[in-house]
């Protein structure tokens, strides 16, 4: 009996073959295909390369293959898994590398592809699995983008015959800070350089602009206008610059900040979106040289700009431009005529009064040390006397 349903099933199985013989240009009819491609730039036994990381998730949609490995499991699950295994890595893994392999060796660009340590399928429930691998050189350089080797359509190779390798939906997820120069064909849905395409049997053409090249092409657009003031008096500079007319993406951002802190001695420094412009606003620590004359007393501050600006302004001082993109600014403070002369005033008052309570000291000791002369004494105050008794003359009357 068992026999019989197994030949029934493979009957089943290769009826829907006769309407197909030959049927390149028409759709994979075995799989639903959801695939993620994230392309990165890693360091793999200190080379740098391009990886792109592929993950499809697949489910079995075939009606006649679906109850022929339910009857499998019916007998022995680990067996059916097994060979359901097999059959995804066949037909979805196995063909996608046939893919890869022939778009390197026509671009004539070394590749490798590098497999999970439990192989590329992890079989999951109902019939599904997931494929997982990653290629290195996904993007090669020119010097100015980026390009994917394997952009192309995809064949998909199913007993002899050659169908699309059809998915329903790819996601391509890029790193946030480059530039995308071109993506073919124009993806259904692409914010923050995660681009979406839905019903396709392609790897998309794929093109990224190198951050240097990023960074030029933004300099080469715009309008750079940059004011600085010198504060003598706090040895800072504080500047503002303007840039006007192309869009700064993020890498175009961390490139502009990147060449300011690496020619100026920054102190602080932040960047913010201004009626369409980026305006970058910082404090920076120049050199200096002094000097001070009778009258005055000059500064020179020097500050290396990272590059070539259309305007340049200066507040509360001159400048001039030195080679390599150096400014000079000179701030000049007159020194106050009125405060000499109330120096002077005060240091005359001071002379005055450290006299006067000299002599005052010196006035007071000699009166200490002369002797006194004397004086007329006051009379006592009278007091009645009586006059002493007249004494009797010798020998009486």
Not at 1 to 22: D, K, Q, S
Not at 52 to 67: E, N, S, W
Not at 85 to 97: P, Q, T
């Given at each position: 009996?068992?026999?019989?349903?197994?030949?029934?099933?493979?009957?089943?199985?290769l009826t829907?073959?006769?309407?197909?013989?030959?049927?390149?240009?028409?759709?994979?009819?075995?799989?639903?295909?959801?695939?993620?491609i994230?392309?990165?730039p890693?360091?793999i036994?200190?080379?740098?390369?391009?990886?792109g990381?592929f993950?499809?998730y697949v489910?079995?949609?075939?009606?006649?293959?679906?109850?022929?490995f339910?009857?499998l499991?019916?007998?022995n699950?680990?067996?059916a898994?097994e060979?359901?295994?097999?059959?995804?890595?066949?037909?979805?893994?196995?063909?996608?590398?046939d893919?890869?392999?022939?778009?390197?060796?026509?671009a004539?660009?070394?590749s490798?592809?590098?497999?999970?340590?439990?192989?590329?399928?992890?079989?999951?429930?109902?019939?599904?699995?997931?494929?997982?691998?990653?290629v290195?050189?996904?993007?090669?350089s020119d010097?100015?983008t980026?390009?994917?080797?394997?952009?192309?359509n995809?064949?998909?190779?199913?007993k002899?015959?050659?169908?699309d390798?059809?998915?329903?939906?790819?996601t391509?997820?890029l790193p946030?800070d480059?530039?995308?120069?071109?993506?073919?064909?124009?993806p259904d849905?692409?914010?923050?350089n995660?681009?979406?395409?839905?019903?396709?049997d392609?790897i998309?053409?794929?093109?990224?602009?190198t951050?240097?090249?990023?960074?030029?092409r933004?300099?080469?657009?715009?309008r750079?206008?940059?004011?600085l003031?010198?504060d003598?008096h706090e040895?800072?500079?504080?500047?503002?610059a303007?840039?006007?007319g192309a869009?700064a993406?993020?890498?175009v951002i961390?490139?502009?900040?990147?060449?300011?802190?690496?020619?100026?001695?920054?102190?602080s420094?932040?960047?913010?979106?201004e009626n369409?412009?980026?305006?970058?606003?910082?404090?920076a620590?120049?050199e200096?040289a002094?000097?001070?004359?009778?009258?005055?007393?000059?500064?020179?501050?020097m500050v290396?700009l990272p590059?070539?600006?259309?305007?340049?302004?200066?507040?509360?001082g001159?400048?001039v431009?030195?080679?390599?993109h150096?400014?000079?600014?000179?701030v000049?403070?007159?020194k106050?005529?009125?405060?000499?002369?109330?120096?002077?005033?005060?240091a005359v008052?001071?002379?005055?009064a450290?006299?006067?309570?000299?002599?005052?000291r010196?006035t007071k000791e000699?009166?200490?040390?002369?002797?006194e002369?004397?004086?007329?004494?006051?009379?006592?105050p009278?007091?009645?006397?009586?006059?002493?008794?007249?004494?009797a003359?010798?020998g009486?009357?």
């Amino acid at each position: 009996m068992r026999r019989f349903v197994a030949l029934i099933l493979i009957v089943l199985l290769l009826t829907p073959l006769a309407g197909e013989v030959g049927a390149a240009g028409n759709a994979q009819p075995l799989f639903k295909i959801d695939m993620t491609i994230k392309v990165a730039p890693v360091v793999i036994e200190n080379t740098s390369t391009w990886l792109g990381t592929f993950k499809m998730y697949v489910v079995l949609t075939d009606p006649h293959y679906r109850a022929y490995f339910d009857y499998l499991a019916s007998n022995n699950t680990t067996a059916a898994n097994e060979e359901f295994k097999d059959f995804v890595k066949e037909l979805i893994y196995d063909n996608m590398k046939d893919n890869l392999e022939k778009r390197y060796e026509a671009a004539n660009v070394s590749s490798t592809i590098y497999l999970p340590s439990g192989g590329p399928v992890k079989v999951l429930d109902n019939w599904s699995a997931v494929v997982t691998f990653a290629v290195t050189n996904f993007l090669i350089s020119d010097g100015k983008t980026l390009r994917c080797p394997a952009a192309g359509n995809l064949d998909f190779v199913y007993k002899g015959h050659v169908f699309d390798y059809t998915w329903d939906r790819l996601t391509l997820i890029l790193p946030q800070d480059y530039e995308i120069a071109n993506l073919a064909p124009v993806p259904d849905d692409l914010s923050d350089n995660v681009a979406v395409w839905n019903k396709g049997d392609f790897i998309p053409l794929i093109e990224l602009y190198t951050r240097v090249y990023s960074y030029v092409r933004f300099l080469n657009a715009t309008r750079k206008e940059i004011s600085l003031q010198y504060d003598p008096h706090e040895g800072y500079v504080q500047f503002n610059a303007t840039f006007t007319g192309a869009n700064a993406t993020p890498v175009v951002i961390s490139q502009l900040l990147a060449s300011f802190k690496a020619t100026m001695n920054i102190m602080s420094i932040d960047t913010r979106q201004e009626n369409g412009s980026l305006v970058v606003i910082g404090v920076a620590r120049p050199e200096v040289a002094y000097k001070e004359t009778s009258s005055e007393k000059i500064w020179k501050a020097m500050v290396k700009l990272p590059g070539a600006f259309d305007s340049i302004s200066v507040v509360g001082g001159s400048y001039v431009v030195a080679p390599d993109h150096t400014i000079i600014i000179t701030v000049t403070e007159k020194k106050s005529t009125y405060r000499f002369y109330a120096y002077g005033i005060a240091a005359v008052l001071v002379v005055v009064a450290v006299l006067i309570v000299v002599k005052r000291r010196g006035t007071k000791e000699e009166t200490e040390t002369e002797p006194e002369e004397p004086g007329e004494e006051e009379p006592f105050p009278e007091s009645e006397e009586q006059e002493p008794p007249e004494e009797a003359e010798d020998g009486g009357e």
